[in-house]
């Protein structure tokens, strides 16, 4: 069973609530409690079910593959190891099921080209699209119509604007995104001794999961370590959000040389704040974020900037939507919203870190990277 306690309307009761610690709070213990509950509610506010609970049995498994089912994975972005990891687990699993995977696009993080997507799919009259929405408003239309055949949807994260879950779509699955933001700034403040100046790089769009981040990090910071300053705060909206981070941290950096650590929302971004780092000469910059990406773990390795991150657990959450969609086949009940625990992650853990997020060992550039 995932424990969640409850959420508050404004963000220092928020953060005091989700973190589970008081002003001036001790970064090591609230990182350990946090591997032990769910932070996040769903889309729609919804009570987590834990990722453990969804299981097929064998008969079930049977019937679902004599179906012969169809299956396509529309995601908004599939540049980064997160999605890979995605799309790894859901294949995996669907090879399980009998499922056959008839496509997987690539949006760009462009709702008209996910729009686009979907059409087209759509001509190859699948039985499951499991998709993250880029847009929850600019998608919806072409979602519901997807619905409206009879396709079984699962999403991850995101939902389109006015689905509810039993009803338009099966499920959707989330790591604990606000517990991700609340591990990345008890690890800021751990970095930092619970004292200095910081600044946030935030994505600058309607989207739920990264909001949620954003929310966490900044609450958490404000309601327990009075002595860290928020101090400069930047938006990007990509396509290229390397590229805008390392922009946007660069004017941080320039106009606040007194900062001491940035915040990003994930790890491309995060890659951006390095290049900054290194390119303003602040060797003593800390950078945390969230997701275990190749390129900020070897940074980890190697003693950089990056001191730690909380990372969600894609493989997993792959499988997991994979499984919902043979719920949605066999119109088995299936819970609202799934979650999986937030995951921190330092150097000292980040070869089992790894292996517990993309069920492999560390990849050969991590390993000898490790100092």
Known sequence: MIKRRNLFGCAAALAIALSGA?????????????????????????????????????????????????????MHYGGNDWSQAQISGLTAQFEKMGIKVIAVTDAGFKPEKQVAD???IMAQSPDIIVSIPTDPVATASAFKAAADAGV????????????????????????????????????????????????????????????????????????????????AEQGIGGPDFS?????????????????????????????????????????????????????????????????????QRPFDQGVTEAILAGYGLLDKKAPAFVALPALPVTKETLLDAWQQVYRADATDNIQNSMQ
Do not use: C
């Open 22 to 74: 008081p002003a001036l709070a001790d970064p090591a213990a609230a990182l350990a409690a946090l591997q032990e509950t769910v932070l996040s509610k769903g889309p729609n506010g919804e009570t987590p079910a834990a990722a453990s609970s969804i299981s097929l049995s064998e008969e079930e498994l049977q019937k679902i593959r004599s179906m012969n089912a169809t299956a396509a994975i529309v």
């Open 118 to 120: 979907i059409e087209t």
């Open 243 to 311: 590229g805008d981070a390392d922009r946007a941290a660069s004017a941080m950096l320039t106009s606040n040389p007194g900062i001491d650590g940035i915040w990003a929302v994930w790890d491309v971004p995060a890659e951006g704040v390095i290049a900054a780092a290194r390119a303003n000469g602040r060797d003593n910059l800390v950078i945390t974020t969230i997701d275990l990406g190749e390129n900020v773990a070897i940074n980890m390795a190697q003693g950089g900037f990056v001191y730690g991150l909380g990372a």
């Open 152 to 231: 079984q949807l699962v999403f991850m994260d995101n939902v389109p604007s006015g689905f509810t879950a039993g009803n338009e779509y099966v499920a959707s699955v989330s790591a604990d995104n606000y517990g991700n933001g609340v591990a990345a700034a008890h690890l800021m403040a751990k970095a930092l001794n619970e004292k200095g100046e910081i600044g946030l790089v935030f994505h600058a769009a309607d989207f739920f999961v990264t909001r949620q981040r954003y929310d966490a990090f900044k609450a958490t910071i404000e309601a327990d370590y009075p002595n860290i300053t928020i101090a």
